[in-house]
């Protein structure tokens, strides 16, 4: 969960169902809607990863949805989560994420290099905290 469900959370949601696809139930949400960044799409596509048809949530969208863990990428998101707690049984973890919309003065690499390291990022936490493993190669 982020601010507007458009970056940090999109990318959350997408490398979690590449890492573990079914196994784990994830859904994404801001505390408002946004509208998509394109750069979200360069950064997983470089990955070989896509959004798919993603339209951007808000908490609301999900509310009804039985989660156990809510991840929060972003303080306005962290602060939602704990608001939402107070009603629903749930786990929030707090992973402190920058923003990388406000690289957006920079060239167009260097917009690119703060998305890949929000990503990099992500893909780090998200295998360490539902410990991934590689496939063994045959």
Not at 13 to 32: D, K, M, N
Request: charged share 25%.
């Amino acid at each position: 969960m982020c601010g507007q469900n458009v970056i940090r959370s999109v990318m959350a949601e997408v490398l979690a169902r590449h890492y573990f696809g079914r196994s784990l139930y994830v859904a994404s949400a801001g505390v408002r809607p946004g509208e998509n960044d394109p750069f979200v799409a360069a950064a997983l596509d470089e990955l070989g990863l896509d959004m798919g048809k993603h339209r951007p949530h808000s908490l609301e969208d999900l509310e009804d949805l039985n989660f156990d863990l809510i991840v929060t990428l972003a303080p306005e998101a962290h602060h939602a989560a704990l608001e939402l707690t107070r009603r629903l049984p749930l786990e929030v973890e707090y992973w402190p994420t920058m923003d990388p919309s406000l690289a957006h003065g920079g060239s167009r690499e260097q917009v690119m290099d703060a998305y890949r390291a929000v990503r990099d990022g992500l893909v780090d936490r998200i295998r360490d905290r539902f410990r991934y493993a590689a496939p063994a190669r045959v």
